[in-house]
């Protein structure tokens, strides 16, 4: 079975430009979840979709947003690019992405850099 | 403010010795924890998780201890190998206001000497 796939896997972009990013879950999953890793913040979670509809969020500001298609596919996208955008943002799927037993399953991230 | 804590950025030790991994959290509502290991340009992966009405759970050299009375957790790994070198992330779960929570902690860098 295919893992998660994220694509690009490095960006580089400049302050006030937007970005879209893409995940390919694990074929069967159908919760997406998104998260920003930064040396200093660790692991935090944007947000995670699940058939099509986004079920949680957490504290980013509206720049960050997301979506989930048919096929549980996902794009993230950010706008109005600032430099401390610039992080590790990793995808995960899950089945159903609730219940305790649930394991995420991450992608190797995307590396967007701000200049 | 901060839900999870890895105090510790960083943790240096032997080979064939004990690697003790901490966590802390603040959240009365966590009733699951998860250890995800990450290894550089990878994504993290699970590594051994422990439900609230555990104490301990082991899996081979790694074993998770939970503390609920102190919100403590912590990760063993006996003998350390090289190849177990990564940063872990602490993860707590819990539900609050019917939304289901995973937070995670800053991470620990767990770098094991030959």
């Known amino acids: 079975k295919a893992g998660v796939t994220q694509t690009p896997r490095y960006l580089i972009k400049t302050r006030g430009q937007q970005v879209t990013l893409s995940c390919s879950p694990i074929?069967?999953?159908?919760?997406v979840s998104w998260y920003q890793q930064t040396p200093g913040q660790g692991l935090q979670f944007l947000f995670e979709?699940?058939?099509?509809?986004?079920?949680n969020k957490g504290n980013f500001p509206g720049r960050f947003s997301g979506r989930q298609f048919s096929n549980s596919r996902s794009e993230m996208n950010v706008s109005t690019l600032e430099l401390g955008d610039s992080a590790l943002y990793l995808c995960?799927?899950?089945?159903?992405?609730?219940?305790?037993?649930?394991?995420?399953?991450f992608g190797s991230g995307t590396q967007l850099s701000v200049l | 403010d901060q839900q999870v804590k890895q105090n510790s950025p960083s943790l240096s030790v032997q080979e064939g010795r004990i690697s003790i991994l901490n966590c802390d959290y603040t959240n009365s509502m966590f009733d699951y924890f998860l250890w995800y290991k990450k290894y550089p340009a990878e994504g993290p992966t699970f590594l051994i998780s422990i439900s609230s009405i555990k104490d301990k759970n082991e899996d081979g050299r790694f074993t998770v201890f939970l503390n609920k009375s102190a919100k403590h957790l912590s990760l063993h790994i006996v003998p350390s190998q090289p190849g177990d070198s990564a940063v872990y992330f602490c993860?707590?779960?819990?539900?609050?206001?019917?939304?289901?929570?995973?937070?995670f902690g800053k991470g620990t860098k767990l770098t094991v000497n030959p």
């Open positions: 979709y699940f058939s099509e509809t986004q079920r």
């Open positions: 074929s069967g999953h159908r919760s």
């Open positions: 993860a707590c779960k819990g539900t609050q206001g019917g939304s289901e929570k995973l937070v």
């Open positions: 995960a799927s899950s089945l159903e992405g609730g219940g305790y037993n649930e394991k995420l399953f």
